[in-house]
């Protein structure tokens, strides 16, 4: 074999293992990863067991359904911290960042203070394109705050200079989601008005205390790493059987925005403006620091963020850590209806999709932190309780099925193969059908008839 011939299939063959490594396969036996987060088993077997030595101080390391690290220095000093990574592809991407560490913070306890950012940028990249990131991480840390009474009752200070018209972003009269006369076509307005008028003080927002910033020949694309940290003031008891589960506002909306913004134009050909315009705004619902906050004042066992991989995962990480099950009924999980129609139009699971901005809390007074919810303007619902077990189950009427263990989030399926939306588009429903197949459970309803449908045509 020539050397050229010798180099080109050297090329060949390196591009199948990048393939491979993205969607699955294996190279000379060996597992390869997926596209998105490691899935569970992985993380235990090649991640956590590698991990052996121990200090006194971190007395709860981050594992299956806790993404924070929790240290304690003194009895009355200890803290919380939460790293993540992505690519920065366009403006806002940094700013989601920041927001999904606060978010695994609150959910674990813990009042976001300080972040340290990490910028790897491409070669070529101008300094006005490192000030722009920096600006928007600096509005992203002054936007997280929480309110100045549950500042108090964490025990930390508020800042009187500060004000808004109630948790951010959130609507009083909200409509509920799963309203069957709802019509996008007919409502005036997708987010109807009535928002809270209260002032309320706000806590200090979160200080970028540190960080590092470089320039490789080796990134194509700026690649951002982000650790927040947090004062840890209360440790929750963790979850136990028969506690209720809540859920905060509705599921999918981070991967409902993130589709909107990317693929709008794609959507208007079925959809009106305006709900892709409301969709794309989904990211103003992103925090979970004032549900996180109030679930503490009211008392909450264990709380996690539903994010990559979406309530379904997010579900079967929460039963996971604390070594439950659940029994949950599927149509009391809140979908807005954007998501609704933005799902069928792509054909994929909603409730495996992109879903921060939601949380889950364990608590035994669930109606109690639903009403304390609703009383802030935060839509929240009782989802099921958990229980004694390994059995995770989902009811849809009179339907019964076992939750699987989940698989790669839905978004991958549109924006991260590049066979996927090109197969679906096409009309190709046998490739579509292969690559659509959900991990964890059937599609609603409207999604799952039109599947069959087009089988049978």
């Known amino acids: 074999m020539s050397a050229i011939t010798e180099g080109a299939h050297c090329q060949t063959r390196n591009r199948q293992f990048r393939q491979r490594a993205l969607f699955g396969g294996g190279v000379d036996g060996r597992s390869m990863l997926n596209i998105g987060k490691i899935t569970g088993n992985i993380l235990k077997r090649s991640v956590l067991r590698q991990v052996s030595y121990k200090r006194e101080e971190v007395f709860h390391g981050a594992g299956v359904g806790c993404d924070c690290a929790m240290l304690s220095f003194s009895p009355e000093e200890k803290m919380a911290s939460c790293l993540q990574e992505a690519v920065l592809e366009r403006e806002g991407d940094l700013a989601l960042l920041i927001g999904r560490c606060a978010n695994s913070l609150a959910a674990g306890g813990a009042l976001p203070t300080a972040a340290l950012l990490g910028l790897m940028l491409p070669e070529g990249t101008e300094e006005e394109g490192l000030k722009a990131w920096m600006q928007e991480a600096e509005n992203a840390c002054q936007s997280l ?9 964490l025990g930390t200070s508020g800042d009187a200079d500060q004000s808004l018209e109630g948790p951010e972003g959130i609507n009083r009269n909200l409509e509920r989601p799963g309203d069957a006369d709802w019509d996008p076509r007919r409502s ?36 951002a790493s982000v650790t927040v940290l947090g004062r840890l003031r209360r440790v929750l008891p963790g979850a136990s059987p028969g506690q209720d589960i ?13 589709l909107a913004d990317r693929l709008g134009d794609e959507i208007r050909t079925r959809y009106p403006a305006y709900l892709v ?3 794309r705004e989904f990211r103003r619902y992103q925090s979970v620091l004032p549900e996180a906050a109030i679930a503490v004042q009211v008392g909450v066992c264990a709380m996690h963020d539903a994010s990559e ?5 997010a579900l079967w990480e929460l039963a996971e850590g604390w070594k439950l099950g659940f029994d949950i009924d599927l149509r009391r999980i809140p979908l807005r209806q954007e998501t609704v129609e933005i799902c069928e139009f792509f054909r994929i699971n909603p409730y495996e999709l992109l879903s921060g901005g939601s949380l889950l809390m364990v608590t035994e007074k669930g109606e109690e932190l639903v009403h304390a919810l609703e009383e802030a303007g935060i839509p929240a619902r009782i989802l099921g309780r958990t229980t004694e077990g390994p059995g995770r189950i989902l009811r849809n009427e009179d339907e019964i099925r076992f939750l699987n263990r989940p698989g790669t989030d839905e978004i991958y399926k549109i924006l991260g193969a590049d066979n996927s939306a090109k197969a679906q588009g096409e009309g190709d429903f046998e490739k579509a059908q292969e690559i659509d197949e959900p991990a964890g459970i059937l599609r609603i309803d409207r999604v799952t008839k039109e599947l069959e449908n087009k089988q049978e045509a």
């Open 145 to 153: 705050r929480m309110p100045e009474g549950v500042c108090r009752d």
């Open 277 to 279: 315009e409301e969709a």
């Open 309 to 313: 991989g979406g309530i379904l995962a």
């Open 246 to 258: 809540v859920i905060s506002k509705w599921v999918g909306l981070e991967g409902t925005a993130l």
């Open 188 to 223: 005036g307005s997708v987010c109807p008005a009535g928002s809270i008028s209260e002032k309320t003080s706000r806590s200090p927002g979160i200080q970028i205390a540190g960080g590092h910033s470089g320039v490789s020949r080796a990134v194509r694309q700026p690649i």
